[in-house]
Nanobody, 123 residues
């Protein structure tokens, strides 16, 4: 069974920083590309960032580029999302996802999903 578990969400003020973590377990014999998505109240889930299995390439949504950084741990079973200069527009449930293929921002291309972690940014 493949499981992804997010952690690190919480309530912060505008301008603050948070680091989200996603722990991947199961099927350790396979390699996966990892992504972060988010869903705000009343909106569709949207792409945030993705990282190649090798860690050598990343893609970011325009709304977070320059503020957020996606990275892998040394063992590559953990992926992080460092979020700086947070604004109320970043308030959402954040999900991590895994794909066997290089699908980038294509939500439908991801095979496994975590349950999400809530990030709330106050003014």
């Amino acid at each position: 069974q493949v499981q992804l578990v997010e952690s690190g969400g919480g309530l912060v003020q505008a301008g603050d920083s948070l680091r989200l973590s996603c722990a991947f377990s199961g099927r350790t014999d396979s390699t996966y590309n990892m992504g972060w998505f988010r869903q705000a109240p009343g909106k569709e889930r949207e792409f945030v960032a993705t990282i190649w299995w090798s860690g050598g390439h990343t893609i970011y949504a325009g709304s977070v580029k320059g503020r957020f950084t996606i990275s892998r741990g040394n063992a590559k079973n953990t992926v992080y999302l460092q979020m700086n200069s947070l604004t109320p527009e970043d308030t959402a449930v954040y999900y991590c996802a895994a794909s066997r293929l290089l699908v980038g921002s294509r939500e439908s291309g991801y095979d496994y999903w975590g349950q999400g972690t809530q990030v709330t940014v106050s003014s």
